[in-house]
Protein backbone atom coordinates (compact mmCIF):
# COMPACT_ATOMS: atom_id res chain seq x y z
CA UNK A 1 0.00 0.00 0.00
CA UNK A 2 1.74 3.11 -0.83
CA UNK A 3 0.48 6.55 0.90
CA UNK A 4 -0.31 9.53 -1.62
CA UNK A 5 -0.45 13.69 -0.45
CA UNK A 6 -2.38 15.65 -2.45
CA UNK A 7 -1.67 19.33 -2.73
CA UNK A 8 -4.73 21.68 -4.50
CA UNK A 9 -3.42 24.41 -6.31
CA UNK A 10 -5.59 27.55 -5.98
CA UNK A 11 -5.83 28.09 -9.62
CA UNK A 12 -9.45 26.85 -11.17
CA UNK A 13 -10.43 28.49 -13.75
CA UNK A 14 -14.00 28.58 -12.63
CA UNK A 15 -15.16 27.35 -9.33
CA UNK A 16 -16.70 23.78 -8.77
CA UNK A 17 -20.13 23.69 -7.47
CA UNK A 18 -21.35 22.67 -4.26
CA UNK A 19 -22.93 19.05 -5.75
CA UNK A 20 -19.41 18.48 -7.81
CA UNK A 21 -17.55 18.68 -4.44
CA UNK A 22 -20.14 16.26 -2.98
CA UNK A 23 -20.33 14.03 -5.71
CA UNK A 24 -16.31 13.44 -5.56
CA UNK A 25 -15.99 13.01 -1.95
CA UNK A 26 -18.51 10.21 -1.82
CA UNK A 27 -16.46 8.81 -4.86
CA UNK A 28 -13.70 8.73 -3.01
CA UNK A 29 -14.77 7.68 0.20
CA UNK A 30 -16.64 4.41 -1.97
CA UNK A 31 -13.27 3.88 -3.32
CA UNK A 32 -11.84 2.78 0.28
CA UNK A 33 -8.51 5.75 -1.17
CA UNK A 34 -9.59 8.63 0.74
CA UNK A 35 -7.99 9.38 3.72
CA UNK A 36 -8.94 12.87 4.87
CA UNK A 37 -8.08 16.37 4.24
CA UNK A 38 -9.08 20.21 4.22
CA UNK A 39 -8.72 23.75 2.80
CA UNK A 40 -5.44 25.65 4.06
CA UNK A 41 -6.09 28.27 6.20
CA UNK A 42 -3.86 31.28 7.47
CA UNK A 43 -0.26 30.70 7.01
CA UNK A 44 2.69 32.19 9.46
CA UNK A 45 6.33 31.11 8.69
CA UNK A 46 8.19 30.06 11.60
CA UNK A 47 12.28 29.52 11.88
CA UNK A 48 15.16 31.78 11.35
CA UNK A 49 14.48 31.96 7.43
CA UNK A 50 11.79 34.46 7.58
CA UNK A 51 12.20 35.22 4.15
CA UNK A 52 10.60 31.64 2.69
CA UNK A 53 8.06 32.13 0.48
CA UNK A 54 4.46 31.61 1.47
CA UNK A 55 2.51 28.61 0.09
CA UNK A 56 -0.17 30.71 -0.78
CA UNK A 57 -0.81 29.11 -3.80
CA UNK A 58 -1.54 25.62 -2.61
CA UNK A 59 -5.80 25.80 -1.35
CA UNK A 60 -6.05 22.56 0.57
CA UNK A 61 -4.56 18.71 0.10
CA UNK A 62 -6.01 15.59 0.98
CA UNK A 63 -4.70 11.85 1.94
CA UNK A 64 -4.87 9.00 -0.06
CA UNK A 65 -3.68 5.18 0.47
CA UNK A 66 -3.25 3.38 -2.52
CA UNK A 67 -2.49 0.13 -3.73
CA UNK A 68 -3.12 0.34 -6.99
CA UNK A 69 -2.25 3.55 -8.28
CA UNK A 70 -3.89 3.83 -11.64
CA UNK A 71 -7.04 3.00 -9.57
CA UNK A 72 -5.86 6.69 -7.71
CA UNK A 73 -4.83 8.36 -11.03
CA UNK A 74 -8.49 7.68 -12.91
CA UNK A 75 -10.51 8.66 -9.40
CA UNK A 76 -7.85 12.25 -9.82
CA UNK A 77 -9.44 12.75 -12.75
CA UNK A 78 -12.76 13.38 -11.51
CA UNK A 79 -11.51 15.76 -9.08
CA UNK A 80 -13.47 18.77 -9.01
CA UNK A 81 -10.57 21.21 -9.50
CA UNK A 82 -9.18 19.59 -12.66
CA UNK A 83 -12.27 19.60 -13.75
CA UNK A 84 -12.24 23.13 -13.84
CA UNK A 85 -9.33 23.76 -15.61
CA UNK A 86 -7.35 23.68 -11.98
CA UNK A 87 -3.76 21.99 -10.60
CA UNK A 88 -3.56 19.44 -8.37
CA UNK A 89 -0.37 17.79 -7.00
CA UNK A 90 0.07 14.09 -6.64
CA UNK A 91 2.97 13.30 -3.96
CA UNK A 92 3.88 10.02 -2.89
CA UNK A 93 4.88 10.16 0.82
CA UNK A 94 7.94 7.42 1.39
CA UNK A 95 7.88 4.88 3.99
CA UNK A 96 9.67 6.07 7.14
Known amino acids: MSHYLLLIHGNAKTEPSP??????FQAAQESGLFRGGSEIGTREI????????????????????AGDKQQLLDLLQTHPHVVHGGTIELCHLPES
Open 19 to 24: EEWESF
Open 46 to 65: LGENRDATLSDHLAGYMRFD
